[in-house]
């Protein structure tokens, strides 16, 4: 079933260290490589069923990772 599915993917998740995952995860990280790789943002909102783009913006986690300058900022 799909509660099962879940169960063996929250285990295997847990087994590497991610102890929060949920379906929005997954949705995430698919709208967010589909963007990516020059993925169109009204073309991620219909494959994510999506009525509005701004939804579908939420779900982009391409502008997260920190670059080369802010990282440079991190003085130990």
Same mark, same amino acid.
């Given at each position: 079933?799909?509660?099962?599915?879940?169960? =063996?993917?929250? @285990?295997?998740? #847990?087994?590497? &260290?991610?102890?929060?995952?949920?379906?929005?995860?997954?949705?995430?990280?698919?709208?967010?490589?589909?963007?990516?790789?020059?993925? =169109?943002?009204? @073309?991620?909102? #219909?494959?994510? &069923?999506?009525?509005?783009?701004?939804?579908?913006?939420?779900?982009?986690?391409?502008?997260?990772?920190?670059?080369?300058?802010?990282?440079?900022?991190?003085?130990?």
């Amino acid at each position: 079933t799909r509660f099962d599915v879940y169960s =063996m993917i929250k @285990r295997s998740a #847990k087994k590497v &260290g991610f102890d929060n995952v949920t379906c929005h995860t997954f949705r995430a990280t698919g709208i967010t490589v589909y963007m990516e790789n020059g993925g =169109m943002l009204e @073309r991620a909102q #219909k494959i994510a &069923g999506h009525s509005d783009s701004r939804t579908t913006k939420l779900y982009d986690r391409s502008d997260d990772s920190p670059n080369r300058q802010e990282v440079e900022r991190i003085i130990l």
